[in-house]
């Protein structure tokens, strides 16, 4: 199972939305995550379950999808969100591939 | 609160070993899966290893099953990845990281907690 994301870099204004793709090469059902992760930082996970969000997300951060295709919104982005966020399958199946990730910069 | 920290990096030359550890704390350390992930700086991130809660699944990515493997000392909450016949390639920051707990049945979870990090550099 291949995991891509698109685009590879996104030129954004603070105050917009933003919504960033994630396909998997096979149906992996909804076991899909999201990483954001900041220069000189580890990722920090934001979403799993293609749609949960995890403890201490800001609620403008949503998933959706299932299958094949996701997607990761970014409602109002502030300057802390400008960051590379990563998708991943999260199972034996794909050997928990992350996808290459998308830069959010600003614009 | 919950906090792994990652120790045993350095330069090492090539086809040297190097033991790396991860040491959890704030949490109930042998009820979670614990994985290994790497990135080259600028590049994107790899997963490397996984042991589940108890040691009893063990998995590795096709790039370093054979000359990596992973243990857990879940007595004294540690975590570690045993890494022989380094190569150039494998210079990267390593990270450890802990499965969110959603594992159930087949091997899966995110990883809902991250190490700092530690440096590996393999050079002559």
């Known amino acids: 199972i291949v995991i891509t994301q698109s685009p590879a870099t996104l030129s954004v204004s603070p105050g917009q939305t933003v919504t960033l793709s994630c396909r998997a090469s096979q149906f992996i059902g909804s076991d899909l995550a999201w990483y954001q992760q900041k220069p000189g930082q580890a990722p920090c996970l934001l979403i799993y379950?293609?749609?949960t969000r995890a403890t201490g997300i800001p609620a403008r951060f949503s998933g959706s999808g299932s299958g094949t295709d996701f997607s990761l919104t970014i409602s109002s982005l502030q300057s802390d969100d400008f960051a590379v966020y990563y998708c991943q399958h999260y199972t034996y199946q794909s050997q928990w591939a992350f996808g290459q990730g998308t830069k959010v910069e600003i614009k | 609160q919950v906090q792994l920290v990652e120790s045993g990096g350095g330069v090492v030359q090539p086809g040297k070993s190097l033991i790396l550890s991860c040491a959890g704390s704030?949490?109930?350390?042998?009820?979670?899966?614990m994985h290994w992930v790497r990135q080259v700086p600028g590049k994107g991130l790899e997963w490397l290893a996984v042991t589940s809660y108890d040691g009893s699944y063990i998995d590795y990515s096709d790039s370093v099953r054979g000359r990596f493997s992973v243990s857990r000392d879940n007595s004294n909450n540690t975590f570690h990845l045993q890494m022989n016949g380094l190569r150039a390639e494998d210079t990267a920051v390593y990270y450890c990281?802990?499965?969110?707990?959603?594992?159930?049945?087949?091997?899966?979870?995110?990883?809902?907690?991250w190490g700092q990090g530690t440096m590996v550099t393999v050079s002559s």
């Open positions: 379950g293609a749609s």
């Open positions: 704030g949490f109930p350390f042998s009820s979670r899966g």
């Open positions: 990281s802990r499965g969110a707990g959603i594992w159930s049945g087949l091997p899966r979870d995110a990883f809902d907690v």
